[in-house]
C-alpha cells in the first residue's frame, strides 16, 4: 500500500501557548511533552512522541496535517504518483524531519491550499507511558485509526476527492444536509484505515481548519470534558448529540484559537461502502452559529 494510512500528527500555529498549554492538559486531557519549549509544545495522546505540534504563530490556524505511509517504499511510491500527476511537493531536509520526529517526510498542499506533511517513520516512545494531563476514566482512541479526524477549508469537492484519491484515501458525500428548499450542504469524508473518516470537508470555515477530533474510549470522559470546559468559560459551540455517519456521540467546543475542538465516544469503523444523510441521529444543537 502505497497511498496513507492515518492521520499521524497535526502542527498547529498558536499566538497564546500558555493558554493551550492548560486548554489541552488540563482540560481535554493530552499529555504536555517534556521537551517542550517556550516556543514549541508537543502534546500526546498516547505512545507516540507527539500528536500534536504547538509553535507559537499568531496565525492560530493549522500549519500542516501530517498524513503516515507505511515506509520508506511507500513514501517513494507516492513520490513517483505526485510526480506522475503534476503534483508539487518537497522533500525535507534531515533536519526538518528531525524537528517533526519522523525518518522522512515532504510537504505539499491540497487544492484548497491546505498545507499537508507526508512522513513515515514516527518516533514511539514506548519507554514513557502515556500520562494523561488529567484524570481521565479511559483513554484516547488512536492506534491503527491516527489522532482522530480534522475537517478543512474546501474548494470545490470533486477536486479535493480526486486529490486524497490520489494520496490513497477512499470517501464520498456523507451528508446532503437541507438548509433552505433550494440549498444543500453537502459534506465530503475520506478514509484511510478503520476509522469511519480522517479528513472531512464542506462546511464553511474563516481559518484553514474548521475542527479536530479526539476520540476517548469512555462516555464519562465526554461528559468529564464538556464539564470541565464550560465550567472554565469556554464556548460549547455544538451541544452533545450523535452523528449518522460514524454514529460518534461527541459535542464541540471553541478551542482558544477560535477553531472548534470535538470529544467524541463510540464512533462505529469505517464501513467501507457509500451512503448518505439528510441530518444527525439526534442532537448536536448548534448554540454559537456555524462553525468558525
Known sequence: MSGVTELGYVRLGVSDLAKWRDFAGRLVGLEVGADSTDDVVYLRADAWHHRLILERDASDDILAAGLRVAG????????DTLRAAGVAFEVADAETAGRRCVLE?????????????????PRVD???PFYPGRGMFGKFVTGNGGLGHMMLRH????????????????GSIEY???????FTVEILFMHCNQ????LAFGLPSQRR???IMFEVSELDDVFLAFALLRDAGYEIAILPGKHANDQMFSFYCISPSGFQVEIGW???????????????????????????
Open 72 to 79: 520508506p517504499g511507500e513514501f517513494r511510491a507516492l513520490q
Open 105 to 121: 517526510m515532504l510537504s505539499l498542499s491540497d487544492p484548497a491550499g491546505n498545507p499537508l506533511e507526508i512522513f513515515h517513520g
Open 126 to 128: 514506548t519507554h514513557r
Open 155 to 170: 474548494g470545490d469537492l470533486g477536486e479535493m476527492h480526486a486529490f486524497y484519491t490520489l494520496l490513497g484515501m477512499r
Open 176 to 182: 446532503k444536509v437541507p438548509v433552505t428548499p433550494e
Open 195 to 198: 476509522r469511519d473518516h480522517s
Open 209 to 211: 481548519v474548521n475542527h
Open 266 to 292: 463510540g464512533g462505529r469503523p469505517a464501513s467501507h461502502q457509500s451512503e448518505y444523510y439528510v441530518g444527525d441521529t439526534y442532537g448536536h444543537e448548534f448554540t454559537a452559529g456555524r462553525p468558525a
